[in-house]
C-alpha cells in the first residue's frame, strides 16, 4: 500500500507562486504514475498534472499548461507542483495520488486511475 502526504499549501495574492511537494511511503514500487488534483467545494475533482514514475513523461490540463509544472524526485520519493502567476480561480484544496498503472497522458488524467490519495492542501489566493 502507498501512502501519500502532502505540504506547501498556502494563502498568497494573487500573481504569486506556490511550490506544493507530496511524499510517498510505503510499497514505492506499486507506483508507476503520480498526479495532482484540485478540488473546490462543492465542485467536482479537476485534473492538474500527472508524471511518469518510472521514465519520461507529463501531461498537464490545457487550462493550466505553461503555469504550472510538475516534477518528481525518485531518490526523495516526492513530487512536487509548481504554481505560478496565480490566480484567484486558482484557490482550491490539492490533492496528490498514485497510480500502479503505466503512465499514458489519457489515462493519468482520470482520477480513477489512481488508488492512492493524500488528505490534501489548501491552495487560496486573493486578489
Known amino acids: 500500500q502507498v501512502h501519500v502526504v502532502e505540504s506547501g499549501g498556502s494563502s498568497v495574492q494573487a500573481g504569486g507562486s506556490l511550490r506544493l511537494s507530496c511524499a510517498a511511503s510505503?510499497?514505492?514500487?506499486?507506483?508507476?504514475?503520480m498526479g495532482w488534483f484540485s478540488q473546490d467545494p462543492g465542485k467536482e475533482r479537476e485534473f492538474v498534472a500527472s508524471?511518469?514514475?518510472?521514465?519520461?513523461?507529463?501531461q498537464y490540463a490545457d487550462s493550466l499548461r505553461g503555469r504550472f509544472t510538475i516534477s518528481k524526485d525518485t531518490a526523495k520519493y516526492s513530487i512536487y507542483l509548481q504554481m505560478n502567476s496565480l490566480k484567484p480561480e486558482d484557490t482550491a484544496k490539492f490533492y496528490c495520488?498514485?497510480?500502479?498503472?503505466?503512465?499514458?497522458?489519457?489515462?493519468?488524467?482520470?482520477?480513477?486511475?489512481?488508488?492512492?490519495w493524500g488528505q490534501g492542501t489548501q491552495v487560496t489566493v486573493s486578489s
Open positions: 495520488a498514485s497510480s500502479p498503472l503505466t503512465f499514458t497522458p489519457i489515462i493519468s488524467s482520470r482520477g480513477t486511475a489512481y488508488n492512492a
Open positions: 510505503g510499497h514505492i514500487s506499486d507506483i508507476y504514475t
Open positions: 508524471i511518469n514514475w518510472r521514465g519520461d513523461g507529463t
